[in-house]
T-cell receptor, first 114, second 113 residues
Framework: KQEVTQIPAALSVPEGENLVLNCSFT??????LQWFRQDPGKGLTSLLL?????REQTSGRLNASLDKSSGRSTLYIAASQPGDSATYLC?????????????FGKGITLSVRP | NAGVTQTPKFQVLKTGQSMTLQCAQD?????MSWYRQDPGMGLRLIHY???????DQGEVPNGYNVSRSTTEDFPLRLLSAAPSQTSVYFC????????????FGPGTRLTVL
């Protein structure tokens, strides 16, 4: 059974720091990996999707990398801002499963201090 | 284009009551899913559908029923609510391609007393 781990559960940094959020998964047979953002009391918003054949994806100040062989992904946030404060979740889709069967990590709650 | 909509936003039930959580999408997505989110447990898949008339179970299907009569709608039914079903419920949809991201609704916060 696929397990997705995100450590630490919470992180507090001063504004302007570059930071890395980690995600690890136990089964490397994945179809893709996605990073989501969730604001308190809200739904999930997709940030980046990395297909299994890709190594990384970039969107603005965000860069996500994927190393299938080691079962790891990282989300890099450059020049963090207070508006980046939210919970960040990673999720994987199994290679043989339906495209709706995401397995989520429990998320990292990020607080960026002004 | 409203995306994925869910109703109601909040609901309080008594143990044993039944109700239906509504989910609709206007993006013509084939794939739709229901997740529940609990503190310390993360998001877990309840049921999913790969098209109208086709549904399947996820990780935690017990106590929930689904049906998919149209592409747009994917309601989740609680047959006899239990306190263990107190949670936040999210509906999601996507085109069904490996390159496609999932779109989530705003969630329904359910409390069962």
């Amino acid at each position: 059974k696929q397990e997705v781990t995100q450590i630490p559960a919470a992180l507090s940094v001063p504004e302007g720091e570059n930071l890395v959020l980690n995600c690890s998964f136990t089964d490397s047979a994945i179809y893709n990996l996605q990073w989501f953002r969730q604001d308190p009391g809200k739904g999930l918003t997709s940030l980046l999707l990395i297909q299994s054949s890709q190594r990384e994806q970039t969107s603005g100040r965000l860069n996500a990398s994927l190393d299938k062989s080691s079962g790891r992904s990282t989300l890099y946030i450059a020049a963090s801002q207070p508006g980046d404060s939210a919970t960040y979740l990673c999720a994987v889709i199994p290679f043989t499963g339906a495209n709706s069967k995401l397995t989520f990590g429990k998320g990292i709650t990020l607080s960026v201090r002004p | 284009n409203a995306g994925v909509t869910q109703t109601p936003k909040f609901q309080v039930l008594k143990t044993g009551q039944s109700m239906t959580l509504q989910c609709a999408q206007d993006m013509n997505h084939e794939y739709m899913s229901w997740y529940r989110q609990d503190p310390g447990m993360g998001l877990r898949l309840i049921h999913y559908s790969v098209g109208a008339g086709i549904t399947d179970q996820g990780e935690v299907p017990n106590g929930y029923n689904v049906s998919r009569s149209t592409t747009e709608d994917f309601p989740l039914r609680l047959l006899s609510a239990a306190p263990s079903q107190t949670s936040v419920y999210f509906c999601a949809s996507n085109k069904g391609l490996g390159t496609d991201t999932q779109y989530f609704g705003p969630g329904t916060r359910l409390t069962v007393l």
